[in-house]
C-alpha cells in the first residue's frame, strides 16, 4: 500500500449492528488503507433487511442534513476530500446527500463524490423508491466523479441491455454522458455461467476482469458496498483507475472466496484484514475495444 496523506471520506449508508453491509462494509476496509472516515449513517438495523426478525430506524433527510450542518459547524466538512454514498432509502436523504456533497465543494473543488446507485439486482428487480431512479439520473450522478453499479442498475441508467462486451462498453458511453468520469460496473454477467465480468470505464479506456464465479447457494450481502468502497480508498492514492480496480477486483473475490471457504453467510472483513491492507495479485485487467 502507498504511504500518501490520508484523505478524510465521508460515508453516508446504512448501518447495521450485526453483518457487513453499508457503513459496515465500508469504513473499516477504507481505514485500512489509511483513511479518516466520517460515517454518516442513513439507518441503523439489527441486521439487513434479509435476515428474518430485523429490527430499526430509517433516517429522515432532515436528520442527515441536521448532522452535516454539525460536521460543517466544527469544521470536519472542509477538510473532506470525497464522499462516498450506498443505499438511499429515501428522495429525502437523496437530497440531503446532494447538499453535503455540494457544501464540501465550496471548501474543496476537487473533493471527489463515488455514487454507488443502489437500485436493484438481478433476479429480484427493482426494490427501491420509484423517485430514486430519476433522482440517481439527472442529479446524482451529475455530480458523481464515480460510479458503480452493478449489472442490473447499469441497464436501468443506460436503458440498453447488457449481453456482450460490446454492449457493455455501449452502456459505459451512455453512462458517462450522465456526467461521471469513471464507470465500474461490479457485476457484468457472464456468457460463460461459471465466470463473471467487472467493467471499468474511465479517460485510458474500457478495461474488463474476469473472475471464477464462486458456488454461495446466496451471495453474503455487502460485497458491492466493500467493492465501492476500496475502489475509492485505492484510487485516492494516486488516482490510478486501473490499479483501483485491480486491486479492488482482487480482495473482493479473495474475501468472497476465504467467506465461502469458511462456510459463512456474512463477509468475513476482520478475519481478512490481511487481503484488505495488501491486495493479492490474481486477476488482470485486459483492455476491451478500440
Known sequence: MNTVKAASILSIQSHVVSGHVGNRSAVFPLELLGHEVLPLNTVQFSSHTGKKGWKG?????AHIRDLVDGLDAVQALADCTAVLSGYIGSLDIGMAIINAVQRIRTYNPAALYCC???MGDHPGGFYVQNEL???FRTQALALADIVTPNHFEAELLSGLTINTELDASRV???IHELGPKIILVTSCLS?????LQLLLSCSEGKF??????LPFPAPPKGSGDLFSALFLGHYLHNHNAQEAFEE?????WSILERTLQADRTELMLVQARDLISNPPSRFRRRRIGS
Open 57 to 61: 430506524t430509517c433516517f429522515s433527510g
Open 133 to 135: 431512479f430519476d433522482f
Open 172 to 174: 459505459a458511453d451512455r
Open 208 to 213: 474488463m476482469i474476469e473472475t471464477p464465479l
Open 116 to 118: 454507488d446507485p443502489v
Open 191 to 195: 456468457q460463460n455461467s461459471s465466470s
Open 248 to 252: 479492488s477486483t482482487n480482495t473482493v
